[in-house]
């Protein structure tokens, strides 16, 4: 049983490893600089920050 | 972008820069989009399929357990074979394979890269539809394996590994083609999930379904999963889906991106360790339910930080719940996720955990969690993904009203009286003076306005199946307003008309 207890501590490190590496990644490739360009990434010409994009069928204003 | 008439040539060249720009993103969109059709509508279509099936027998469970002689006479119909498959089902089925088309949508939109090889996702499909409806015959005909959210017998998890293992690679294939500098917060919840669950299945199945363990080890390990398999799947796809739709229908950018940030990476670090929560009391060392309990506290953290967001980022914008169907839903399902979360961290405590544990206080907070905010969101997303797929929108915004408030009214009628009835449970059977039929008695009234409630949940699926089906076969009314996908006469002009050279010849 102790052999489980070991495995699964292992595995659950590794767990925290993965992430902790992740988040070295990130720093080193300048994620976590400039937060404002981050946030507005997903917007672009076509669906720019202040227009809605969903609305009920028949409900979309023209 | 300025539709203004231009008044000197500068800003008349600009605003066809801008023209020219907006056309290319709105092609980019699309071709996006359409590279993820196939798979995501696969996926999505046998979700609601499992939604529907996953109703009935949940239904049944919980009309057996107030009215234990209902259709009792096959033992396949028995409550010990139909509530795990209903739990199979909803888990594997619906909320899986929901999460898996999102996944696969936003990872396109997000890394701005087309999915390569769709058609193979559909084998990953097919495989996952196979072995979950192998898993649920195999449950009904007595061959569950009885490990809470692993019933599934030995050949089914194998199976279900090289299904998730393709998407999870697809999904690393899509990142590494990414063509969006930025790794969005949503980026990081999806790449987690695609990455962590395969290997956590495999290695639970391994030590508990292919060989396994010995003693309570298994009951470890058991938590182990079933805490991470919300935490380390389903909460990071529902949480990446809010955190994509939530600006993108209002149009504004998350509240603080800092903050979630913070969030995801404080859910990485924290969540794994919380699974030995569920065996407090049990007979496992003292220090592995201390450190779940730590574990367990500290993802108030990124609770907290999710909450915020969410709730600044809507604040002004409340009235729009009146016309976007998708943000009703993803609304809602953060609304849930926040309570969930701080009542999951609170049960985590010993002195909470002793009357709530083995009563429906437990049931209802897991309903609060993979209903109330996973499933919520996923029909949120279903609602904004399904028409830039199909290219077809939702035939009836009255059935949606119905879906919504069908299921909103559902989950709330059935999380607070239960939780009520479950907490005097727990509090009746810590108290030895109480007879035990009298605590089971004393339940009854609860069970039922869960079925009730349960009815009510149904309804909606069904509305809901009804919108899927006509949209995926472009029944109902042709809309002739512009509709979610392109301004279509933009786009064909932009095509005819070589629009980069016109620029360019005035003197840009």
Request: net charge positive.
């Amino acid at each position: 049983m102790s052999t489980t207890y070991v495995v699964l501590g292992i595995s659950a490190l590794m767990f925290g490893a993965t992430a902790v590496l992740a988040l070295a990644w990130a720093l080193r490739k300048g994620q976590l600089e400039n937060f404002q360009r981050g946030a507005t990434s997903i917007f672009d010409a076509d669906e720019p920050v202040g227009r809605p994009t969903d609305f009920f069928p028949g409900g979309r204003p023209r | 972008m300025s539709l203004e008439p231009a008044t000197t040539p500068a800003d008349a060249a600009r605003a066809r820069l801008e023209m020219v720009e907006r056309i290319r993103m709105n092609r980019e969109r699309i071709a996006i989009d359409a590279s993820t059709r196939l798979p995501v509508l696969a996926f999505f279509g046998s979700s609601v399929f499992w939604l529907i099936v996953g109703s009935v027998f949940a239904l049944l469970a919980s009309v057996k357990l107030h009215s234990p002689h209902f259709l009792d006479a096959q033992s396949w119909l028995t409550f010990g074979r139909v509530r795990p498959v209903h739990l199979n089902i909803v888990a594997y089925g619906w909320a899986a394979m929901a999460g898996v088309g999102a996944l696969l949508w936003l990872m396109a939109r997000l890394t701005r890269a087309e999915l390569q090889y769709p058609r193979v996702l559909l084998v990953s499909c097919a495989i996952w539809n196979f072995a979950v409806a192998g898993g649920v015959i195999a449950i009904l005909a007595g061959y569950s394996n009885s490990i809470e959210y692993l019933e599934f017998p030995a050949w089914v998890p194998p199976l279900l590994t090289v299904a998730y293992a393709l998407v999870g690679l697809w999904t690393m294939i899509m990142f590494r083609d990414r063509r969006e500098h930025h790794v969005y917060v949503s980026q990081w919840y999806l790449i987690a999930a695609a990455f962590w669950f395969p290997w956590l299945y495999t290695a639970v199945n391994m030590l508990l379904v292919i060989h396994p363990v010995l003693g309570v080890t298994q009951g470890t390990i058991t938590w182990w999963y079933g805490h991470n398999v919300l935490g380390l799947w389903f909460t990071p796809i529902g949480l990446a889906t809010v955190y994509y739709l939530l600006p993108k229908v209002l149009g504004r950018p998350i509240h603080s991106y800092y903050l979630s940030i913070v969030g995801f990476w404080s859910l990485a670090l924290f969540y794994n360790w919380a699974g030995a929560h569920h065996l407090v009391g049990g007979p496992i060392p003292a220090w592995l339910v201390t450190t779940s309990v730590v574990g367990s506290m500290m993802m108030l953290i990124p609770v907290a930080t999710t909450a915020i967001n969410h709730h600044f980022t809507m604040v002004g914008n409340f009235r729009r719940l009146k016309y976007s169907p998708t943000l009703r839903f993803i609304v809602f399902g953060a609304m849930c996720y926040t309570l969930v979360s701080v009542q999951g961290s609170l049960e985590s405590m010993r002195s909470i955990n002793v009357p709530t544990h083995f009563t429906h206080f437990v049931v209802a907070h897991a309903h609060l969690g993979l209903y109330g905010f996973f499933s919520m969101v996923m029909f949120g997303g279903i609602y904004y993904i399904m028409p830039r797929l199909t290219g077809w929108e939702w035939a009836s915004a009255r059935l949606i009203q119905v879906h919504f408030w069908g299921t909103a009214a559902g989950i709330i009628i059935y999380f607070v009286p239960l939780t009520w009835g479950g907490l005097m449970q727990g509090l009746m059977l810590v108290n030895p003076k109480v007879a035990f039929i009298d605590i089971v008695k004393y339940t009854i009234p609860y069970l039922w306005i869960r079925t009730g409630s349960g009815i009510l949940m149904t309804g909606g699926h069904t509305a809901f199946a009804v919108l899927f089906v006509m949209n995926l076969l472009h029944l109902g009314e042709k809309r002739d307003e512009p509709m979610l996908l392109a301004e279509p006469d933009e786009i064909e002009a932009g095509a005819e008309e070589p629009m980069l050279v016109g620029v360019g010849g005035e003197g840009i």
